[in-house]
């Protein structure tokens, strides 16, 4: 018996890096084994799925997308502010048309 | 919560290898490979596991300077010779020459393992980038052929797979925390190195008689975020340069640590994902632009010659014999420049409008094709928050335009004292055989100075490894010091003892402030002494940290290398005394009567508590091919 106890708790972030499906999620905890952060801790108890515990820390690789069997049942998402814009080619046109260069 | 693995904290085992690695990214896995592969006993330590760990475990699209593949027309001595004058010698020839002279090799053993290198499937016949005959495909120079782009999703496992098959002993959730020293004949020499299970705190010590060191270059130095500490660098979050911290501990010697450029494109949340958003560098090279009204941005030449096709952006110009493009290339000097669209300022003053956009539309299919799919699909961090979300959110590369931020590839406006460790930075000195200051101790990939991108590390590696194997074979194994074991087990574990304490982000943060501070865009001793202050009594402070778990331990125990990589690189940039453009280091008090005599390698390292200095010729490593015919497998002699 170690001399130092262990607990946890979720350290909280404004971001939620990943969603779990729990009906697509088999609890195989390949994603918990693929994390190199390690942000993920297995389910607490059997037919659960995997926690997300330290969300601040992912670093938005999809390594636990990749490894996952159950297509769907991780989703990966980065945080709004980073999502890129992208418009329809078609749409940009000179609306005030200037001296073209 | 109740911490769902074993507690084994306090507990100290002990084993014996003949070869240490550490660190399982690129680098580590083929300097274990090649190790094993010369009949060594090789235990790698890898913080995260080896399958997907490193910056380059979820992918890499492109391998550079592969000169001795059969489409390519510059030797190697060419490529290194231009990547030297191209940094104005601040490069890392030895390391350069070996990936030119190597890098094809290392990707035939990944194809032998079962990684893709080339279309075996016919998904592009006929484009100008695939070489019909072998199915490989170019990217950048498509008449000069020196870089490959390659399906990097498949490397790691591949590589995984190869060294268990060779009895490499991989332990994975091992934080390499310290190396193990001894003064051995009057050298200081490696003895192996000590570990941390990261899920049970166990502590291992790892006796070795050569150790290669493969992690990864410092980074959470001036760029932090205690929310999304993730998010603040491109490299992983658990990648910060334990190596180059543990190794100064140790008296190891480093160069041109006074280096750092102002952040780029790649910390992802003070700027947006890496190659997520509109933009015609690397990996999305050469993508069309349009501004704002769809008016297409033209390319020019190195002479300002308006290019007309597509084609031409990849093709050097006429009376040029090749041109450079990649990690470490910003703005090639004029012999190397390739095709890039007009700068910036140009573009505003003839009335481009932002914001831009990267536009595959109207590219021929398979360029589109090629960038969009394969390349974005294979990089690292790409594959699923880029291909796969954008898809989702019904991005459509024959359709739709994406949006540029900043002024291009850098998809955000840095400030000179948001810094990083980026485009060749610093790292461990070293001779041909890659071995550093400490005998029997080498370094590989990242560790080394001036190094980068993923043909590099794996070269290295494989070089590394093999060398560490013939030390091995000469060292005796050497008892590891157990006053220094039980003193850094002490402080790997005394977060734990430590009651309602402080946050490690507490500490990163100040760190990362006070570097802005004291060490940021523009330098001067009495700021740089400043910052060492500071740092020092970070330090201190670091001894409040409170911890209740491994997880949160080994973040601790980044912090405190972080720390210490902090005081590497003020005490380099101290040492250095006069502005030096090629390494990006600016001095408000630049003494000018220095400049051709630091026109070297300054080298600095630790010994009995103080700072020592040295130089180093920038040419130090003499003749490329000769050196290199003699420190190859078997024809190597010690220097």
Redesign the interface.
């Known amino acids: 018996m170690?001399?130092?106890?262990?607990?946890?708790?979720v350290t909280a972030?404004?971001?939620s890096?990943l969603a779990f499906d729990p009906s697509r999620c088999i609890g195989c905890c390949r994603c918990v084994?693929?994390?190199?952060?390690?942000?993920l801790?297995?389910p607490?108890r059997k037919g659960g799925v995997p926690r997300v515990?330290?969300p601040?820390?992912?670093?938005?690789?999809?390594?636990c997308?990749?490894?996952c069997p159950q297509k769907g049942a991780i989703r990966?998402?980065?945080?709004l502010?980073?999502?890129?814009?992208?418009?329809?080619?078609?749409s940009?046109?000179?609306?005030a048309p200037?001296?073209?260069? | 919560m109740e911490w769902p693995y074993d507690n084994e904290a306090g507990l100290l085992a002990e084993e014996d290898c003949d070869v240490l690695v550490l660190g399982g990214g690129l680098a580590g896995l083929h300097a274990a490979i090649a190790a094993a592969e010369k009949g060594a006993r090789v235990t790698l330590l890898e913080k995260g596991a080896a399958h997907r760990s490193g910056a380059a475990g979820t992918g890499f699209d492109h391998w550079e300077m592969a000169c001795t593949n059969p489409g390519c027309t510059v030797t190697p001595e060419e490529m290194t010779r231009a990547l030297e004058e191209e940094q104005d010698c601040f490069s890392n020839a030895i390391g350069h020459y070996i990936e030119t002279r190597e890098g094809w090799d290392r990707l035939l053993d990944l194809e032998k393992w079962g990684g893709k290198i080339r279309d075996t499937e016919g998904e592009f016949t006929g484009a100008p980038f695939r070489d019909d005959a072998t199915g490989l495909m170019y990217a950048y120079d498509y008449r000069n052929r020196y870089t490959l782009r390659v399906w990097g999703t498949t490397f790691k496992p591949a590589l995984v797979r190869r060294a268990r098959r060779l009895g490499v002993q991989l332990r994975d959730r091992t934080e390499a925390c310290a190396l193990l020293t001894c003064e051995a004949g009057g050298v200081k020499t490696g003895t192996g190195g000590l570990g941390f299970d990261t899920r049970t705190g166990r502590i291992t010590v790892f006796r070795a008689k050569a150790v290669v060191m493969a992690m990864s270059r410092p980074a959470r130095v001036w760029l932090f975020h205690s929310d999304l500490p993730g998010l603040c660098e491109f490299r992983p979050l658990s990648s910060i340069g334990s190596g180059h911290a543990m190794g100064w501990r140790a008296g190891m010697a480093f160069t041109m640590m006074e280096k750092s450029v102002r952040g780029e494109f790649s910390a992802a949340g003070r700027s947006f994902p890496p190659y997520g958003t509109g933009n015609n560098h690397n990996t999305w090279y050469a993508a069309t632009m349009v501004d704002a009204r769809g008016v297409e941005i033209p390319y020019v030449d190195r002479d300002g010659r308006e290019l007309k096709t597509v084609l031409e952006r990849y093709l050097p110009a006429p009376g040029q014999k090749f041109f450079l493009k990649g990690g470490v290339i910003d703005e090639p000097k004029y012999e190397w420049r390739g095709p890039e669209t007009l700068p910036f300022d140009e573009l505003m003053r003839r009335g481009y409008r932002l914001p831009f956009y990267a536009d595959l539309t109207g590219m021929p299919d398979s360029e589109r094709r090629v960038i969009w799919g394969m390349m974005v699909g294979q990089e690292a961090k790409t594959r699923i928050p880029i291909y796969e979300n954008y898809t989702e959110r019904g991005f459509d590369p024959a359709r739709h335009a994406l949006q540029s931020y900043g002024t291009g590839w850098q998809s955000a406006a840095f400030l000179a004292q948001e810094r990083q460790l980026f485009g060749a930075p610093g790292g461990v000195m070293h001779n041909w055989n890659l071995e550093t200051s400490l005998r029997n101790v080498f370094a590989a990939g990242d560790m080394l100075y001036a190094s980068d991108c993923a043909g590099h590390a794996c070269a290295t590696g494989h070089w590394a490894g093999q060398h560490a194997a013939e030390a091995a074979a000469r060292a005796p194994m050497r008892e590891a010091g157990r006053d220094f074991v039980e003193e850094t087990r002490q402080r790997l574990l005394h977060p734990l003892t430590v009651r309602d304490g402080l946050d490690w982000r507490e500490i990163n943060a100040a760190a990362a402030k006070a570097m802005q501070n004291y060490c940021g865009g523009v330098k001067c001793d009495s700021l740089l002494r400043q910052g060492l202050e500071a740092i020092g009594e970070l330090k201190q402070a670091a001894g409040e940290i409170s911890c209740r778990n491994p997880h949160e331990l080994v973040r601790t125990h980044e912090v405190s290398d972080i720390l210490d990589v902090c005081e590497l690189i003020l005490h380099a940039s101290l040492q250095r005394k006069c502005s030096c453009a090629p390494l990006f280091f600016e001095r408000s008090d630049s003494d000018e009567s220095l400049a051709a005599q630091e026109r070297c390698y300054l080298t600095l390292w630790r010994e009995d508590g103080a700072v020592r200095e040295g130089k180093v010729p920038l040419q130090f490593y003499g003749d490329l091919t000769s050196n290199y015919e003699k420190h190859r497998e078997g024809g190597g002699l010690d220097e």
């Open positions: 170690s001399e130092y106890r262990y607990t946890v708790e972030s404004s971001v890096p084994e693929a994390c190199q952060i390690d942000v801790l297995p607490q515990v330290w601040g820390e992912c670093w938005y690789c999809g390594a997308v990749m490894e990966l998402r980065h945080p502010m980073n999502q890129a814009r992208f418009v329809e080619r078609a940009l046109r000179d609306e200037g001296k073209l260069p």
